[in-house]
Structures are given as C-alpha cells and as structure tokens.
C-alpha cells in the first residue's frame, strides 16, 4: 500500500512539473467533460492528482507485466526499448485523458523523462 501511494505521489508531481517546464505540456479542464466516475472535476489540481494516480497504477500494476513481455526488445536495444515504452504509456494518458495536452513527440519524451527522474529519485526503479 505504501508503494502505491509513492507511485502516485511520483506520478502526480511528475504531470505537474511537466506541465510547468515541458512546453507543448498543459492540463486544462473542459467544463462539463472532466467527469471521471461521478466526480467533476473544477481545480487544474485535482485532474493533475486523477492522471497522477491512474500512471501510479499504470506503473505498479501494468508496467511490470509489460516490461517482462518486451524484455527480448530490451536486450535487443539494449535498454532503448524502456524509454519507448514509458513514452507509450505517457501517450496512452495522453488519449485517455483529454485535460491532458501533450503536442508533438519532443514534449512526450521530456515529460517521459522527468516521469523516469521522479520515479528514480524516489526509488520506485525496481
């Protein structure tokens, strides 16, 4: 449980530094669309903390399963291949969410990045 809440807490301040250093990086709320499970969203902070909390998930449930599945692309890339698939994540959040703006594949691979720096720093990295 601990884990998770870390997950979260590093993918929610990943998102936001994101949307303040990565230009072409922006969350804007659409009145009467951010209603995510009942919950209308009216505060830039809490979609920030929903996408936050949905790439913690992503990253300790899904992201595990996914990184054993390509491990013969890794080892082909030599690790090239991880940095790819955290941008197919950071993309799929992207489409999921569209309060999310992320425009180009520049600003997706810097926001992948300090998604990866955050993850590090706290000692999510396996």
């Not at 209308?40 to 990184?67: A, H, M, R």
């Not at 799929?92 to 990045?113: A, R, V, Y």
Request: neutral net charge; without cysteine; charged residues 10%.
């Amino acid at each position: 449980m601990e884990r998770l809440f870390w997950h979260i807490v590093a993918g929610s301040l990943a998102i936001f530094l994101a949307t303040k250093f990565v230009p072409g990086v922006g969350v804007e709320i659409i009145p009467g669309k951010s209603i995510f499970f009942g919950i209308e969203f009216t505060q830039e902070w809490q979609i920030l903390l929903f996408i936050g909390s949905v790439l913690g998930l992503i990253n300790l449930l899904i992201k595990p399963v996914l990184d054993k599945i390509t491990l013969p692309l890794k080892v082909l890339t030599l690790g090239l291949f991880s940095l790819i698939l955290n941008m197919i994540v950071v993309w799929s959040l992207d489409i999921l969410f569209p309060e999310l703006q992320i425009s180009g594949i520049t600003p997706l691979f810097f926001t992948t990045i300090i998604i990866w720096i955050i993850n590090f720093f706290l000692g999510l990295r396996r």
